[in-house]
């Protein structure tokens, strides 16, 4: 069936470093996707989102790039900080509905001192 | 403050008691969400609503109600829980259903 899946389940960097968390998506029909942020003993958080119609999209300190024709997104954190541990969902839905909404299992990202 | 409230946050029961998980959110949302979350398994939506008295079931239903009389309120609702319910569960919201969710801080239940 369809599914969203991340590559890593867990990466780590040096404090100052740049991250990048990569996800796959194999439904070619989607055509929103979003980046959430889930902190210990908290609910995922909104990061940033981006849709099929743009390769890449900017926020502050974070960047998601989407490659359509490899079905492949990923999320950038640039000069990681140690508030940046956490674990990072990419999601993908069809139409940026939210009942459609299909989360992936998360790559927990850790920052070194 | 804008946001999704859930309560208890930790709850433990025995399995055929009935309770129910409370959600309540301040910011005139008209799309809610009931999701699980199970190691390995990632976020799964067990039911929504798009509006008062209009809601639908999740990848995820068996074994769950709601309910959705008042715009600001999503109870999940476990009629006779048993321990595969045994999961972390978030509430969630967005303004029309196509917009980014925002989440509460979860309920972490334990059926025994």
């Known amino acids: 069936g369809e599914s969203v899946g991340l590559h890593l389940p867990t990466l780590s960097v040096q404090e100052g470093d740049n991250s990048i968390i990569n996800c796959a998506y194999s439904n070619s029909a989607s055509d929103y996707f979003i980046w959430y942020k889930q902190e210990s003993g908290k609910g995922p958080q909104f990061i940033i989102d981006i849709r099929s119609n743009m390769d890449k999209r900017q926020g502050q300190r974070v960047t998601v790039l989407l490659n359509k024709t490899v079905k492949h997104l990923s999320l950038q954190i640039a000069a990681t900080q140690p508030g940046d541990s956490a674990v990072y969902f990419c999601a993908e839905t069809r139409s940026g509905s939210a009942r459609q909404l299909t989360f992936g299992s998360g790559t927990q990202l850790t920052v070194l001192p | 403050e804008a946001q999704v409230t859930q309560n208890p946050r930790y709850l433990i029961t025995v399995t055929g008691k009935k309770l129910t998980v409370t959600c309540s959110q301040n910011m005139n949302h008209e799309y809610m969400s009931w999701y699980r979350q199970d190691p390995g398994l990632g976020l799964r939506q067990i039911y929504y609503?798009?509006?008062?008295?209009?809601?639908d079931k999740g990848d995820v239903p068996e074994g769950y109600k709601v309910s959705r009389k008042e715009k600001r309120n999503f109870p999940l609702i476990l009629e006779s829980p048993s321990p595969n319910q045994t999961s972390l569960y978030f509430c969630?919201?967005?303004?029309?259903?196509?917009?980014?969710?925002?989440f509460g801080n979860g309920t972490r239940l334990t059926v025994t």
């Open positions: 609503s798009m509006n008062v008295e209009a809601t």
């Open positions: 969630a919201s967005s303004l029309t259903g196509v917009e980014p969710l925002h």
